[in-house]
């Protein structure tokens, strides 16, 4: 039943239903699941952690003194700020914002938007129509036309398909999002907010969760947490006193966070995300089905659907565990108190993370805390996360963490008092800082990302990258721009990165121009301490094109925790992606900042490059390595980086930039800066042919006590508690690096580049 949807939910937990179009997702009061499909992402964070997410034009960028988010469309945005948090919003024709002291609910359609009540509020909207939910708990859901949004006191869950969604029970929801839209839901532990296409849905008194389709959007904030979402049109931004979510894609996007945990996920078509408190499994090649118990779950896909659905609907879980199936278009996910279960399909990916553990499985075209060519999918728990596919990637991450996800027009930021998860896509992107540690991904597409209180997971895509810092639990922006532009320690769009962190209410200094990044953010590529794109892989730190993770997973060949090498990779404490790393913080593909931004040519440091660029402590990808700098296949950093054309100090040059302590995106290196592929920088930086002392040279140059990009040589040397000792030489431009990694913890690290 494409147009039509239903929906049950439970009080411990939710069943959801959507047509082959559509998907449902469904959380348990622990963990939250989010999902976003290619044209949208999801974002999530929990209680002590907030989402933002922007579209491809705009971005999205959030602090609270807990957490807040903030969304701005392509065209504006709007920000909203209560006594404990606040929320903003804006669409490029309207938007809506709400703050309360304890909680809010904001919800705007392009024909009209809904509000909630002083203790929590539903609001819906849909392009034609909208539904709330009750004051213990609501099912939302809403078809491609219109969404629905409900809240419970307890929970609430949101779920919209391209065509209609469904969502969960007062102790979890699921979110779910189709190709077109997606739906969002959070409970009073956790939240989950979807949009779709043409609508969104929001959310409960405790929590709350916030949809957008293209057209409009909603917004919803809870005393606990809050989940926003916009459309490439529209976007809803929202927060409660302890966190809040932002989401933001190029037509819609969803955005959740639960406080225990929540999961995101995102394909090309349609994808499902489940988290539990334990641990998750994924995922068939077209669809996948999610489903988790009280301990764990299983899910299963087939390649066309997947399970416990039929191509046109699903169901979904008990009050301890349910099942979520998606058909061939759509997706399902689901999650209980205990577990939660991602899976993708091969357009697109899915992301969970719980508590303790996640396994993630993802299919031919995608992956579950795999990543494949077309998608990845992201997991992380308290613990560890995975990331990542070289197309797009979910995140997620449990209790103390959020989940964020973009497309490949939009991107998405977020941060948390312990984690934060940042994403972006090719086109833009994201980045979130997390006190304790965080997560970026992105995809050439989209990406998601996730992190938990513990760790973070991060995946980058070839074309962009995502960055986030939070000073406790905030992410600020001071916003994004555009598709060029960053923010600081905002995100900035896909050639933009972020910046070292994030204050807890605001930004500074600013991101400029298009190409422009933050630092010491994530770049697009890659990802700290977390995983890294395709390649990717995670932290302390891994290598390899593959990558793996520890604590998080990357890509396709996928990883684990609390440490995974993928097919090539290894690592830890921290990864990089194939031809990026990060740590600890990551450029964008072309552009930096820090602490302040140069114009589309200008990077920052401590960032880290963008496309070739890695980090440290992370291990380099196939072409790139780190610690504490490492040059990516083209550029390295140190110190700072320079860009293609320009120099800056402490700031990076754009597109060929990097930053430090970011790392750089594919082909940058990080650590403690990186240049772009053919400038270098520090304290000042050279142009592509002039060389640099203590700064990485661009292309022609060479550097001391910097690493030179592909073309250029340098020697390094670096003392870490024990010592470092890095030598760099490449001859041709596009030279691979390839790089012996000897670590001995007691004596040191020796690093050699051939």
């Known amino acids: 039943m494409s147009p039509p949807f239903s929906f049950i939910e439970m009080s411990s937990s939710s069943s959801s239903k959507g047509s082959s179009t559509s998907f449902t997702t469904t959380s348990s009061s622990s963990s939250l699941t989010t999902t976003s499909s290619s044209s949208s992402f999801t974002t999530t964070s929990s209680s002590s952690s907030l989402t933002t997410t922007p579209s491809s034009s705009s971005f999205t960028t959030t602090s609270s003194s807990s957490s807040f988010t903030t969304t701005s469309s392509s065209s504006s945005f709007t920000t909203t700020s209560s006594s404990s948090s606040f929320t903003t919003t804006s669409s490029s024709s309207s938007f809506t914002a709400t703050s309360s002291s304890s909680s809010f609910t904001t919800t705007s359609s392009s024909s009209s938007f809904t509000t909630p009540s002083s203790s929590s509020s539903t609001t819906t909207s849909s392009s034609s129509s909208f539904t709330t939910s009750s004051s213990s708990s609501f099912t939302t859901t809403s078809s491609s036309s219109s969404f629905t949004t409900t809240s419970s006191s307890s929970s609430s869950t949101t779920t919209s398909s391209s065509s209609s969604f469904t969502t969960s029970s007062s102790s979890s929801f699921t979110t779910t999002s189709s190709s077109s839209s997606f739906t969002t839901t959070s409970s009073s532990s956790s939240f989950t907010t979807t949009p779709s296409s043409s609508s969104f849905t ?11 389709s293209s057209s409009s959007f909603t917004t919803t ?43 995101t996920t995102s394909s090309s078509s349609s994808f499902t995300t489940t988290s539990s408190s334990s ?45 979520a199936t998606p058909s061939s278009s759509s997706f399902t996910a689901t999650s209980s108190s205990s577990s ?31 990543s494949s060519s077309s998608s990845f999918t992201t997991t992380s728990s308290s613990s560890s996360f995975t990331t990542s596919s070289s197309s797009s990637f979910t995140t997620t991450s449990s ?14 930021t977020t941060s948390s008092s312990s984690s934060v998860t940042t994403t972006s896509s090719s086109s833009s992107f994201t980045a979130t800082p997390s006190s304790s540690s965080v997560t970026t991904t992105s995809s050439s597409s989209s990406f998601t990302a996730t992190s938990s209180s513990s760790s973070f997971t991060t995946t980058p895509s070839s074309s962009s990258f995502t960055a986030t810092s939070s000073s406790s639990s905030s992410t600020l922006t001071p916003s994004i721009s555009s598709s060029s532009s960053t923010l600081t320690p905002s995100i900035s769009s896909s050639s933009s990165t ?13 991101i400029s121009s298009s190409s422009s990044t933050v630092t010491p953010s994530i770049p697009s590529s890659t990802v700290t301490p977390s995983i890294s794109s395709s390649s990717s892989t995670l932290t302390p730190s891994i290598s390899s094109s593959s990558s793996t993770v520890t604590p998080s997973i990357s890509s396709s060949s996928s990883t684990l925790t609390p440490s995974i090498s993928s097919s090539s990779s290894t690592l830890t404490p921290s990864i990089s992606s194939s031809s990026s790393t990060v740590t600890p913080s990551i450029p964008s593909s072309t552009s930096t900042v820090t602490p302040s931004i140069p114009s589309s040519s200008s990077t920052v440091t401590p960032s880290i490059p963008s496309s070739s660029s890695t980090v440290t402590p992370s291990i380099p990808s196939s072409s790139s390595t780190v610690t504490p700098s490492i040059p990516s296949s083209s550029s390295t950093v140190t110190a700072s980086i320079p860009s293609s054309s320009s120099t800056v100090t402490p700031s990076i040059p754009s597109s060929s930039s990097t930053v430090t302590p970011s790392i750089p995106s594919s082909s940058s290196t990080v650590t403690p800066s990186i240049p772009s592929s053919s400038s270098t920088v520090t304290a000042s930086i050279p142009s592509s042919s002039s060389t640099v002392t203590a700064s990485i040279p661009s292309s022609s ?12 040589t340098v020697t390094a040397s670096i003392s870490s508690s024990s010592s470092f000792n890095v030598t760099a030489s490449s001859s041709s431009f596009f030279n691979l690096i390839f790089c012996l990694l000897l670590f001995h913890s007691q004596n040191g690290f020796n690093l050699l580049f051939y």
Request: glycine fraction near 0%; charge should be neutral.
């Open 202 to 212: 929001t959310s409960s008194s405790s929590s709350f969760t916030t949809t957008s």
């Open 221 to 263: 904030s809870s005393s606990s947490s809050f989940t926003t979402t916009s459309s490439s049109s529209y976007f809803t931004t929202t927060s409660s006193s302890s966190s809040v979510t932002t989401t933001s894609s190029s037509s819609s996007f969803t955005a959740t966070s639960s406080s225990s945990s929540f999961t």
């Open 279 to 323: 641990s998750f499994t994924t995922s068939s090649s077209s669809s996948f089905t999610t489903t988790s118990s009280s301990s764990s779950f299983t899910t299963t896909p087939s390649s066309s659907s997947f399970t416990t659905s039929s191509s046109s609907s699903f169901t979904t879980s008990s009050s301890s565990s349910f099942t």
């Open 340 to 370: 939660f279960t991602t899976t993708s399909s091969s357009s697109s990916f899915t992301t969970t993370s719980s508590s303790s553990s996640f396994t993630t499985t993802p299919s031919s075209s995608s992956v579950t805390t795999t």
């Open 399 to 412: 209790s103390s963490s959020f989940t964020t996800t973009s497309s490949s027009s939009s991107f998405t």
């Open 498 to 510: 972020v910046t070292p962190s994030i204050p807890s209410s605001t930004v500074t200094p600013s």
């Open 701 to 712: 140059s060479t550097v001391t006590a910097s690493i030179p990009s592909s073309p250029s």
